[in-house]
Structures are given as C-alpha cells and as structure tokens.
C-alpha cells in the first residue's frame, strides 16, 4: 500500500518549522497530519493504525525522524533540522533554512 515516506516529508518538515518555529514531535505529527488531510495527501496506508498502538503509520514515519537521526540522508543527521533533548523539540537551522530557499526557488524555475 502506498504511504509517505519520511524523505518525501523533508520540504514539509522545513515549511513547518520556518512558519511556525521550534515543535515537538508530538506537535509535529499533529500540524503535519492537518496540513495533509487539507490537501487529501494522506493514504489509507499513511492512516492505518499500527498493530498494538493507538497511532497510526504516519505518525511513525515522522517520529523516524528523531528515531533516524543518526543516519546519513536524514534531516537531522544532515543538518538541516535540530533536535533537543532536553524539551523533545524540533528546529530549522541555518543550513535547514537556505535549502527550504532553494527548493522554493527552484519551484518557479
């Protein structure tokens, strides 16, 4: 079944974070979800609930984010996005930042 893949988040993920500022995960998925289910992006596949959980696929991918962020290609890994510990908290950074620009920019291209 096809669902989003946590790659296919990463311009979603930047477009959050510079509008909105610093999210928790938990945050995260609730502000990632709405902004699917407007534009009707979300499969049935992304809104399956997990066996034994109360949440769904979706939300497991972008809580991969933290759980992969020691692995290259990930946002966080790369540079592109912050995590703190201490509050559990998501952020852009600079670097995050100037390639949200770029893909912007080259949207219009």
Known sequence: MNRISE???DNLVLYLLVT???LTTT???E???KHL???DLL???DKEILAGRRDT???QIVRNIVSHRNTPGNMIYEGLISYDNNNSSLAITLKGKEHFEK???TSFK
């Open 103 to 105: 893909f912007i920019a």
């Open 31 to 33: 502000k990632a979800t």
């Open 37 to 39: 289910e407007k534009q």
């Open 27 to 29: 945050q995260l998925i």
């Open 57 to 59: 696929t979706f939300s």
């Open 7 to 9: 790659k296919k988040l």
């Open 20 to 22: 909105i500022g610093p």
């Open 43 to 45: 499969t049935p596949g």
